[in-house]
């Protein structure tokens, strides 16, 4: 490094702190792995719900299951999207639906916005309820959810 004597001020005295990001609170870290918190969300609001292994498939977490079933669920995850930490399912062209994108909710949801629907705003039959609400959500097995 130095091929003569060191002097005074000559910089040999200096040491440089190879960790100094520690020092400085500084994480530099590669191997950091943060939770995506709206995805937990989402994967925690749909557990035990079908819609489950279409988010899975959305964000590919879904990579411990079987080719034929990733497949599936990628292509059924075609008319989802996900947006500021909701689910929505849009609509693929050839449906004949008013609204672009409606908001996914979990069958107890659903359930209980059918009841709202039903005391609310009249007691129509469950077909009209179903119109009704699939103007604004969509739900799996929203037919059972309103019967």
């Known amino acids: ?10 910089g040999s005295k200096w040491s440089v702190n190879e960790d100094w990001e520690a020092s400085k609170g500084i994480t530099n870290n590669l191997f950091n792995t943060a939770v995506d ?5 989402l994967h925690a609001h749909f557990t035990d719900e079908p819609l489950l292994e279409i988010i899975e498939a959305l964000h590919n977490l879904d990579s411990d299951k079987p ?5 599936c669920a990628r292509h059924r995850a075609l008319n989802y999207l996900v947006e500021d930490g909701r689910l929505f399912r849009i609509t693929d ?8 994108h409606v908001e996914c909710i979990s069958q107890k949801e659903a359930i209980e916005l ?3 629907e ?16 699939m103007d604004c959500i969509w739900s799996p097995k929203l037919d059972q959810s309103i019967v």
């Open 37 to 41: 918190l709206p995805l937990s969300k």
């Open 93 to 100: 062209g050839q449906s004949v639906r008013a609204h672009a």
């Open 67 to 71: 080719d034929r079933i990733q497949r």
């Open 118 to 133: 039903h005391s609310n705003n009249g007691h129509w039959g469950q077909d009209l309820v179903k119109i009704k609400l």
């Open 1 to 10: 490094m130095f091929t003569k004597d060191p002097v005074d001020g000559d």
């Open 114 to 116: 059918a009841k709202d």
